[in-house]
């Protein structure tokens, strides 16, 4: 379990989300963005 403050997030329960975009230009791939938001992340 972890303690978060506000609510407990339990085995099995999602604690944050990981994203990724990517940007073609033909078949040769122009750009990458990561999204990374979590309860354990250490940077907002």
């Known amino acids: ?3 978060t403050g506000y609510k407990p997030i339990s085995k099995g329960m999602a604690c944050g989300v990981h994203q990724v975009g990517r940007g073609f230009i033909g ?3 122009f750009i990458t963005l990561n999204f990374k ?3 354990s ?3 907002s």
């Open 27 to 29: 078949d040769k791939e």
């Open 1 to 3: 379990m972890i303690n």
């Open 37 to 39: 938001a979590a309860v």
């Open 41 to 43: 992340e250490p940077e």
